[in-house]
């Protein structure tokens, strides 16, 4: 039969609005699970699915992740339902991860519902200052609320509007320095939405991918208009260079002032190699980092030339 590939760990954030790492891993230990400490490699994580048994680990590369055998069901948990953890994919933490807002800071999120994203940055800037979060959804916009609030942000400024529309002039704006655009995509990157592409017929994919990434570049390149933005970082849950490296390629050339930055340097698996600089673009894929397909690219404001000393 056909080989079986590694199974997808049960990714859990620790919601450090709500609790701390080490209250967490003692309610797991209670709970019955064994505690195997920090895990050295991706290899020690895809373990977890090779053995039976409750275990867990501390992930490598995102500090308030721990990850729990393929196949955990913690939705009943009461650690979920109290907002004290949020079950998200490793990849899918890593955008907020490399924004990296500074505590207090005033953070736009462009396309923000269902909020994971939203409640991740929110921890980060330690729920002081603003996260300013749109979406044009209002059934999406109303699941998010709900999550936010469960998750204990208070910090956040939601907006039902279209992002494109948003002016970078408002002076509400003017102390935006980190944008996170994570637009619609194909969902290519995504198990189940990997099999419906795959049956969709060719002209029809491709007319879809051609629009996604129309808006992708639009709300990138709307990101990067921003007065004071010093960093935007984008990212896709596809695996297609159309809406990845591509649209970063082109977005990147309108925007000379910026430069891409490899934020996460141990980070196995990067950008495809179609432009110079590619590289500083993290790719993930279930065989080669153990989560969903993803994509990350992180733009930088480049110094000005009296500051850096040229
Ligand atoms: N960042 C979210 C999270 O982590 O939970 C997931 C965002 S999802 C990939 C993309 C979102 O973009 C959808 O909720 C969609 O409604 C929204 N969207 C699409 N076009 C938009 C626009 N022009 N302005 C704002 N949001 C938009």
Redesign the pocket.
């Given at each position: 039969g056909a080989a079986v590939g590694p199974a997808l760990p049960r990714y859990v954030r620790v919601n450090t609005i709500k609790t701390c790492m080490s209250d967490v891993i003692a309610y797991f230990k209670r709970r019955g699970y064994t505690y195997l400490g920090k895990a050295r490699s991706i290899e020690e994580l895809a373990e977890l699915g090779q053995k039976k048994g409750k275990r867990f680990l501390q992930d490598l590369h995102v500090p308030d992740l721990l990850a729990f055998p393929p196949g955990t069901d913690l939705h009943k948990d009461s650690l979920y339902t109290a907002g004290h953890i949020i079950l998200q994919d490793k990849a899918?933490c890593l955008p907020a991860l490399l924004l990296d807002p500074p505590v207090g800071s005033h953070v736009i999120?462009?396309?923000?519902?269902?909020?994971?994203?939203?409640s991740q940055l929110s921890a980060i800037i330690q729920n002081k200052g603003k996260v300013f979060a749109?979406?044009?959804?209002t059934k999406?916009l109303a699941t998010m609320s709900t999550l936010l609030l469960r998750a204990g942000v208070i910090c956040q400024e939601l907006a039902n509007?279209?992002?494109?529309t948003v002016s970078p002039e408002d002076p509400k704006y003017q102390k935006v320095g980190h944008i996170l655009v994570?637009?619609?995509?194909s969902g290519s990157g995504i198990p189940d939405q990997m099999r419906i592409l795959a049956d969709k017929e060719e002209s029809a994919k491709s007319e879809r991918l051609e629009a996604l990434s129309g808006?992708q570049r639009r709300?990138l390149s709307h990101a990067l208009s921003f007065p004071n933005v010093q960093r935007v970082v984008y990212s896709t849950?596809s695996i297609h260079q159309q809406e990845n490296e591509e649209v970063v390629r082109d977005v990147l050339e309108q925007h000379p002032h910026f430069s891409l930055i490899d934020a996460l340097p141990s980070w196995p698996m990067h950008g495809l190699n179609i432009f110079p600089g590619s590289s500083c673009c993290l790719r993930a894929t279930l065989s080669d980092t153990l989560t969903n397909g993803f994509f990350v690219a992180v733009f930088q404001r480049k110094k000005k030339v009296n500051e850096s000393h040229l």
């Open positions: 899918s999120d462009a396309c923000a519902a269902p909020g994971n994203k939203t749109f979406d044009l959804d999406r509007q279209d992002f494109l994570d637009p619609s995509c808006f709300a849950c």
